[in-house]
């Protein structure tokens, strides 16, 4: 079960600014760093932001990603047909013996 | 080039065995760890556990403690994935992922495998 909370769906029309937030707790987004995935329909998860803000190569500088607490958020900025997608955020958990916690997910539609 | 490969799509029935493979290449494959992740259609990205490719070391998830093991074969840089006891609830998309954070805090997963569909029916 998922620890971190997302917003079910987001949507914008193309150029638009899109937030998406994600909640943990002290164990997991308040001690370690956060991570994006963006998942195209049918197709692997693909890193988007590594360490709370850090873009791989290759990820377009129109995606951004803030964390502060216990909580974190995941900006797009101009909104592409492209980037209508599932978006997870994620992060390692110190509860237990330890576990890797995936957001509950958010579609983002394009209008 | 990075890349995963994982092995075909799997039907078995409640209470068997299911071994996935993991074919790792364009790396050093004893150089970070690989993780293990499934998605039951439709629904969200769950976490199953790590293996370490040097020291064969593995950590899982305390909700599939006693099914799962994860093992590899340096010689053909392959990581492999055994979910035992299967029931219903396992049919999923399981996917391998390599582990590429530089510190304790910093934990992601740089490149996937392409899934591989586990279906489990009577």
């Known amino acids: 079960q998922s620890v971190l909370t997302q917003p079910p769906s987001a949507s914008g029309t193309p150029g638009q600014r899109v937030t998406i937030s994600c909640s943990g707790s002290s164990s997991n987004i308040g001690s370690n760093t956060v991570n994006w995935y963006q998942q195209l329909p049918g197709t692997a998860p693909k890193l988007l932001i590594y360490?709370?803000?850090q873009r791989p190569s290759g990820v377009p500088d129109r995606f951004s990603g803030s964390k502060s607490g216990t909580s974190a958020s995941l900006a797009i900025s101009g909104l592409q047909s492209e980037d209508e997608a599932d978006y997870y955020c994620a992060a390692w958990d110190d509860s237990l013996n330890g576990l890797y916690v995936f957001g509950t997910g958010t579609k983002v539609t394009v209008l | 080039q990075v890349q995963l490969v994982q092995s075909g799509a799997e039907v078995k029935k409640p209470g068997a065995s299911v071994k996935v493979s993991c074919k790792a290449s364009g790396y050093t494959f004893t150089s970070y760890d690989i993780n293990w992740v499934r998605q039951a259609t439709g629904q969200g990205l769950e976490w199953m556990g790590w293996?370490?490719?040097?020291?064969?070391?593995?950590g899982y998830a305390q909700k599939f403690q006693g099914r799962v093991t994860m093992t590899r074969n340096t010689s053909i840089s392959t990581a492999y994935m055994e979910l035992s006891s299967l029931r219903s609830e396992d049919t999923a998309v399981y996917y391998c992922?390599?582990?590429?954070?530089?510190?304790?805090?910093?934990?992601?997963?740089?490149?996937w495998g392409q899934g591989t569909l586990v279906t489990v029916s009577s």
């Open positions: 360490s709370n803000n």
């Open positions: 293996m370490n490719p040097n020291s064969g070391n593995t």
């Open positions: 992922a390599r582990e590429a954070g530089a510190y304790a805090s910093s934990y992601y997963f740089d490149y």
